[in-house]
């Protein structure tokens, strides 16, 4: 199908669709449009930005007209509703069609309000859609048309005892459309019992491999304490119209965007813990454009369909290979590019196995630009900025700058005052960066970083300065060196050659690290067990002196087992 003036469907939704920019159907859309008109019910599995929406959006607005709620739409989170529900409005503006997105965490009086003038598409989350049941918001005998979308999602998130009781409540005599990625078990037993000899598609094309392709993605080895240069460095040269920036947890997302305020980036935060307004007004700024970088957890960013997203940026490691998928298909949506970094440590490379098995490609590695490079390219940015705003300065803006000049002011000191006072609010400052340490390039046969091979000691000037770190474990547990920067180097994520020297006595051991990440190993070793022992360790002030008895001499890493020659190798895990 090459054409949606190919589908059978009035000629309202074909403006509508025009007006959108929508000219040629995704395969999905080609595939299940025709039977979904048909009437029967369906399934269909596919991958996330291959626009499902518009699928089950268009024959909604060709075929929902008159009063009472027709038709029903349950989605997994808050934004994907909002969403869907705006997609579908613009699909049915012209034939009258109005779809109102019900969810939780926001005010029941305005969604009621929207019921009683007359919405006859419902959007929403399975929680907040049964509280309306519950209330009587609504007549669900008149529910003709039931869409499941990212079933498997709505899953995961616990909602499948609620999407349940919604359809037991339900006319039998409906149709009922079920979207998912995967078909997991509970979800393919829910479709048994709940629809009725459904047409089947999958569109196998569109898998993640697929879904990929569109998408350039770049793998960053790198040590935790390299994240927050490395993601300075990437947003300064790649300018993204639009950046999401994926964390694990709220607190590392507020965490995250802290920092980077800090550091001159504007950017927002999103998360559930976020009242709904917030994350609205956040949705809003970077559909707008008036952020560009939003740091996000995969809750509050799931289903986000935003034109303006030309980035993804995993700073953490996705816990499981499809997450990655839905992460960066936040960006290439609907055939647009994108460009996905993933983040990942040395400990994270079994997770990296099995992501690059789901896309079915190697991802290439990406080496961080250099200090000239984000130098250069903000310098562009704000030549830009500063010519762009020249171009259209208003006249009083120009007669101050004229009565400055004729008192003798510099005109190049008044511009730089200029780019300088708008530095912050336009994200045009100069970031401050680390001293550049290159992504480490993972061995993938071995899953070894290849600066960990030399077996002797090393120069460590390039560290800088050491602090000095006393772990609670000494010779009385039988600890060798080795043990101490096997521990260290894996607990922390840093080079095992950038440890320095090692002192041991009867009950503690002294180890020398590099000064800008001594907080950071700290708390990465507190707990940990060497030789069976669950250390405690402190920052103290130097290195104890060297005694005739008790002590071993300072040591360069070295020697033999623990984790393999003291250079973070991979050997028996078990022995610190």
């Not at 395969?27 to 291959?50: F, K, M, R």
């Not at 960006?331 to 997770?351: D, I």
């Not at 000691?457 to 043990?483: E, Q, T, Y």
Request: glycine letters at 10%; proline letters at 6%.
């Amino acid at each position: 199908m090459q054409s949606f003036n190919e589908l059978p469907i009035g000629e309202t939704v074909k403006k509508a669709l025009a007006d959108m920019g929508f000219t040629a159907p995704t395969p999905v859309q080609a595939a299940a449009i025709p039977l979904v008109l048909n009437g029967g019910d369906l399934i269909v599995q596919a991958q996330t930005g291959t626009g499902k929406t518009a699928t089950f959006g268009i024959p909604l607005a060709d075929t929902v007209t008159g009063p009472g709620v027709q038709a029903l739409v349950l989605c997994p989170t808050r934004e994907l509703a909002v969403q869907a529900a705006e997609e579908i409005n613009r699909l049915g503006a012209a034939s009258g069609m109005q779809a109102v997105a019900i969810y939780g965490g926001a005010a029941y009086g305005p969604q009621l309000k929207a019921l009683r003038q007359g919405a006859n598409v419902i959007v929403a989350t399975p929680g907040r859609l049964l509280d309306h049941m519950d209330k009587g918001s609504f007549d669900p005998n008149t529910v003709r048309i039931l869409v499941l979308d990212e079933a498997d999602e709505m899953l995961n998130m616990g909602f499948l005892e609620d999407i349940e009781a919604i359809l037991e409540r339900l006319p039998t005599e409906r149709q009922t459309l079920l979207f998912s990625a995967t078909m997991p078990e509970p979800i393919a037993r829910l479709a048994q019992r709940f629809l009725r000899d459904p047409e089947r598609i999958h569109i196998r094309g569109d898998g993640p491999g697929a879904a990929a392709a569109l998408i350039e993605q770049h793998l960053v080895g790198l040590s935790s304490h390299q994240k927050l240069d490395a993601l300075i460095r990437i947003l300064a040269v790649e300018d993204p119209a639009g950046a999401l920036v994926f964390r694990e947890t709220r607190e590392g997302v507020d965490e995250l965007a802290h920092e980077l305020q800090r550091r001159g980036i504007p950017v927002e935060a999103l998360h559930g813990g976020l009242a709904q307004q917030g994350r609205e007004a956040v949705v809003a700024s970077l559909r707008s454009g008036r952020v560009r970088v939003v740091v996000a957890t995969d809750v509050a960013a799931r289903g986000l369909d935003v034109d303006r997203i030309s980035h993804v940026i995993n700073y953490d490691c996705p816990p499981d290979s499809e997450v990655y998928v839905h992460r960066i298909g936040r960006t290439g949506r609907a055939g647009r590019e994108g460009k996905s970094f993933l983040f990942v440590t040395h400990r994270e490379r079994r997770r990296l196995n099995d992501i690059e098995r789901l896309v079915r490609a190697r991802l290439p590695f990406y080496d961080l630009p250099t200090d000239e490079a984000v130098y250069e390219a903000v310098q562009v940015r704000r030549g830009q900025w500063l010519t762009e705003r020249a171009a259209s300065a208003p006249a009083e803006a120009l007669a101050t700058i004229d009565r400055l000049i004729e008192a003798g002011a510099d005109p190049r000191l008044l511009a730089a005052a200029a780019l300088e006072a708008a530095s912050d609010a336009h994200g045009l400052r100069m970031p401050k960066l680390q001293p550049l340490e290159q992504p480490v390039r993972q061995d993938r046969a071995r899953g070894n970083p290849q600066d960990r091979r030399d077996s002797g000691p090393v120069d460590r000037s390039h560290f800088g300065p050491m602090a000095v770190l006393k772990v609670s474990v000494g010779l009385n547990a039988h600890v060798r060196p080795a043990d101490l920067v096997g521990a260290i180097a894996n607990e922390a994520d840093i080079p095992g050659k950038s440890i320095g020297g090692i002192r041991l006595d009867q009950w503690h051991s002294f180890v020398e690290v590099p000064a800008d990440v001594a907080e950071h190993v700290l708390q990465a070793i507190q707990g940990v067990r060497i030789r069976g022992v669950a250390v405690k360790a402190q920052l103290v002030d130097s290195m104890p002196p060297r005694e005739p008895r008790g002590f071993a001499p300072m040591a360069a890493p070295g020697g033999r087992g623990g984790y393999g020659g003291g250079h973070g190798g991979y050997g028996n895990r078990r022995r610190y």
